[in-house]
């Protein structure tokens, strides 16, 4: 029995092909019905984010398996199944399981390091019991995924300093405000870059936000995702003294900020700091609003030091995360290794109770003892019997992922801890 994947992420395809293979909600158990129906998969967990969809199984066969997933995928959304392997990966085996524990620490993710995947990937685990994919292996690897993961984010740095532009911009003003609680964000823009910043807002618990964007519908999406408010575009200079943090990404070809609205506005904040955070390309605030008592700007070049500096140091720390993810893969194997004893233990316990009641039955025919008799005979033979295996069984277990090969003299003293 092995596992096997077969995903893509932001790395092997598109967005517009990614969002093509999302599954949620009612949908996700039709796929988890459909993936259960080969009679050789026995298990499996969908794992569907934004950045990555991905099909684990447990089979006996993956190549001819997997095969049968990207049959219902192609299905699922419409692609022929030649082109949506042109956007596929599949790992299998001790890749797969590498793969899993790389995920869910954040390795693999297009933020090196974000926490947010460790959420999902216990979430489609869960789902994956909610939906009967569930069973042994997949609770197994749900448990060392975790662990792992968990050691990876205590005992490394790779979820420390920021590696997003927007992240960082959040970052840089936590540090300069302290508390963004009792401070007011201004978000001019609602693509994709404000929207992070936002929402990278919204988590460090800022005071408030507003959006302004010129198409409104927009900024109401926007401020409703992060439970903000909204300004109209064109009136946003007036209102910019109620802001502490400026944070602007749009497609203008013009300042929407210069030195004159600047100055304007810390006329009426009676010294209090301002703090501009320009990621847009052209800029949209003006760099002369530095000369500007108390006000503050860095622009996309200033935030993108700081990213750089900081990827570097993740991928320091992905190093170490690497050796968590190898102990955790050894642990897996070794509970996957000493699952292969099981069935000798039941065989081998299964032959002590048929001895015996055997026994116990050819006593009675003999003796015809009464029936509390019996029912303290058999107490003492069985008390007598699991004593007995108690040792060679716990041992057996404990041991069998150890793959060491010994005599038959060693293997006994090895079970029954017998000394030399």
Request: one cysteine or more; glycine letters at 6%.
């Amino acid at each position: 029995m092995q596992l096997a994947v077969l995903g893509l992420n932001h790395n092997s395809a598109p967005v517009e092909v990614r969002e093509k293979l999302a599954v949620e909600g009612d949908e996700l158990a039709q796929i988890y019905k459909e993936v259960m129906k080969n009679d050789r998969i026995y298990e499996a967990m969908i794992i569907s984010t934004c950045n990555r969809v991905e099909y684990y199984i447990v089979t006996d066969d993956f190549l001819c398996n997997i095969e049968s997933v990207v049959d219902i995928l192609s299905d699922h959304c419409g692609m022929d199944r030649f082109e949506l392997r042109k956007y596929t990966y599949i790992h299998c085996g001790e890749d797969s399981v590498h793969h899993i524990f790389r995920v869910a620490s954040g390795l693999d993710s297009l933020v090196m390091g974000e926490p947010q995947i460790f959420g999902q990937v216990k979430d489609a685990f869960e789902a994956s019991r909610e939906f009967g994919g569930a069973n042994t292996f997949i609770r197994k690897l749900e448990e060392f995924t975790i662990k792992t993961t968990k050691k990876v984010r205590t005992n490394t740095g790779i979820g420390e300093n920021p590696v997003s532009v927007s992240y960082a911009a959040v970052e840089l003003a936590a540090k300069i405000f302290g508390n963004l609680n009792s401070h007011n964000a201004l978000i001019i823009g609602a693509g994709e870059m404000c929207e992070l910043a936002a929402k990278h807002l919204m988590t460090s618990e800022i005071g408030g936000i507003t959006v302004t964007n010129r198409t409104m519908s927009k900024a109401e999406k926007l401020a409703c995702e992060v439970g903000g408010d909204t300004l109209p575009f064109e009136s946003y200079r007036e209102s910019l003294e109620k802001y502490d943090i400026v944070i602007s990404s749009t497609g203008a070809t013009e300042l929407l900020v210069t030195k004159k609205d600047a100055e304007k506005a810390m006329a009426g904040r009676k010294k209090r700091p301002m703090f501009f955070i320009d990621i847009a390309v052209p800029r949209d605030i003006d760099p002369d609003i530095n000369e500007v008592e108390n006000v503050y700007v860095y622009d996309i070049d200033d935030l993108k030091a700081v990213v750089d500096a900081n990827k570097k140091q993740r991928e320091k720390e992905a190093v170490k995360a690497e050796e968590y993810i190898t102990h955790g893969m050894e642990g897996f194997y070794g509970w996957l290794e000493s699952m292969k004893i099981v069935p000798v233990i039941k065989s081998f316990r299964q032959s002590f109770e048929d001895i015996k009641e055997a026994e116990i039955k050819r006593f009675c025919d003999k003796n015809k003892p009464s029936e509390e008799e019996v029912r303290k005979m058999q107490y003492l033979v069985s008390a007598y019997m699991n004593k007995v295996l108690h040792t060679p069984l716990k041992n057996l277990k404990n041991r069998a992922s150890e793959g060491g090969k010994y005599s038959l003299d060693e293997a006994m003293k090895i079970l029954f801890e017998l000394e030399d």
